[in-house]
């Protein structure tokens, strides 16, 4: 049965529209304590942060009342990073974390990412009978006043969240001498982002940390690279990082302006761990990882698996074969040694790591040549167009063009209403002939 809210990453959509309003945050807040109340711990416990976006000011009230109707304490973290969250439901000992994000998103939209008190995200099988509560009469759920949940504010957690990243290195690690650029995106990050480079002792550059509620992911942060590119070119830094709304991905800009995609990245934390002999079980991708990538590590003797896109999938392929890496296209990169979730500024910090031993980014992410790709999104209004003959007629022509000498993916989108078309080969003709096909067919 397939999920009525939950999609591949959370809950996601337009604000006060369908599912992202006031009265179905209620819901969510009282579905999902009422599952974790039942599971009888003594602490009946939830955390709370969000992301930068003006929704969010309405949006949590309602999800909080919704936990404490249910008998949860709740604890809110204000703005702070996804892993952040995620490290610190796990080290609060809280039943459930919630983050208020929809990530990469544009401020309009708004959703939720709930975790578990191992720090990792809810299973397909907790959010289908989380929904089962959902649609179920409130008042069935509604606790005794007497034991209605408290609300308190912790104002330390980007200092919290920040302390645990250190730990994860030596204690001399230092960025003394390297000049940085990071990108925010006017999101979660916006605080922890450049402290943490600061503590550190790097020169730090920092843009989109002006947050004003509506301007998160505008023209900025990973989705838009041109910004930190253009940024880095200009002052000549030694790496420039972009992250995104909720700060769980990362793109890099080297030292002459080149753009490092998660691929690129995720290569040279292989090669280094493997080198280190700390890497296990392989390195886990998904179905939009490089083709060079794949040849990369079959070249090293470096176990590759696919899994389907959205980091959830990459997390549960990476249990599967017990990898301790792995991760997306996109930036979305899971470091199982460190992290239950993605992390831009953790990523960031692991890549700092090796630069501060005196190598340049350039040398460090550029260790294959991708296969030339192309990715077009086309916005739709009803997503299941992907099933019609037309469309997977369409499909089957491009496929039969490409004669495999190349490889095309077409998805919904987890978290937008649109159609991904992915085409990846070396004859950039073909490609464009193959994708036109195909969005014919949905137009």
């Not at 037309?390 to 190349?406: E, R, V």
């Amino acid at each position: 049965m397939s999920k009525r809210y939950f999609g591949t990453d959370g809950i996601r959509g337009t604000v006060n529209q369908n599912k992202i309003n006031g009265e179905m945050f209620f819901k969510f807040g009282l579905a999902a304590g009422t599952y974790f109340r039942n599971l009888k711990k003594k602490k009946q416990t939830a955390i709370i942060a969000k992301d930068t976006r003006l929704s969010g000011y309405t949006l949590e009230p309602a999800l909080v009342s919704g936990l404490t109707s249910a008998g949860m304490h709740v604890y809110t973290l204000g703005p702070l990073p996804t892993n952040g969250l995620a490290m610190l439901t796990k080290k609060m000992n809280a039943n459930l974390g919630i983050m208020i994000t929809a990530s990469h998103n544009p401020f309009f939209d708004n959703g939720l990412k709930l975790f578990g008190p191992d720090g990792l995200k809810l299973s397909d099988k907790i959010e289908k009978r989380i929904e089962k509560l959902i649609d179920t009469k409130i008042s069935k759920h509604l606790t005794l006043p007497s034991i209605l949940g408290r609300v308190k504010r912790l104002e330390n957690a980007n200092d919290e969240y920040i302390n645990i990243l250190k730990n994860n290195f030596p204690k001399n690690f230092s960025l003394r001498g390297l000049k940085i650029a990071i990108d925010c995106a006017n999101g979660a990050g916006y605080k922890s982002g450049p402290k943490i480079l600061k503590d550190l002792g790097a020169n730090v550059y920092d843009i989109g940390t002006s947050p004003n509620g509506i301007n998160i992911n505008s023209k900025c942060g990973s989705t838009f690279p041109k910004k930190i590119q253009s940024f880095s070119t200009r002052i000549k830094v030694d790496l420039g990082i972009s992250l995104d709304g909720d700060a769980d991905r990362i793109i890099i800009c080297d030292e002459n302006g080149k753009i490092i995609d998660g691929d690129q990245i995720i290569a040279m934390i292989a090669l280094r761990w493997k080198k280190k002999k700390i890497l296990k079980g392989g390195v886990v991708g998904t179905l939009m990882s490089n083709y060079g990538l794949e040849k990369l590590f079959e070249e090293k003797k470096i176990k590759f698996h696919r899994a389907n896109v959205g980091d959830r999938y990459v997390k549960e392929s990476m249990r599967k074969n017990k990898c301790n890496l792995g991760g997306e296209q996109s930036g979305h990169i899971i470091l199982g040694n460190f992290a239950t979730t993605g992390d831009g500024i953790l990523v960031a910090l692991e890549v700092l790591y090796s630069i501060s031993k005196g190598k340049k980014a350039s040398e460090l992410l550029n260790n294959f040549k991708k296969i030339p790709q192309k990715l077009v999104n086309i916005y739709v209004k009803d997503k299941s167009i992907i099933n019609s003959k037309k469309c997977k007629k369409s499909i089957s022509q491009a496929n039969y063009l490409l004669n495999n000498k190349g490889r095309i993916l077409v998805r919904p989108s987890g978290t937008e209403p649109m159609i991904r078309i992915m085409c990846e080969t070396k004859d950039k003709k073909l490609m464009t002939k193959c994708i036109n096909l195909i969005t014919k067919s949905i137009n």
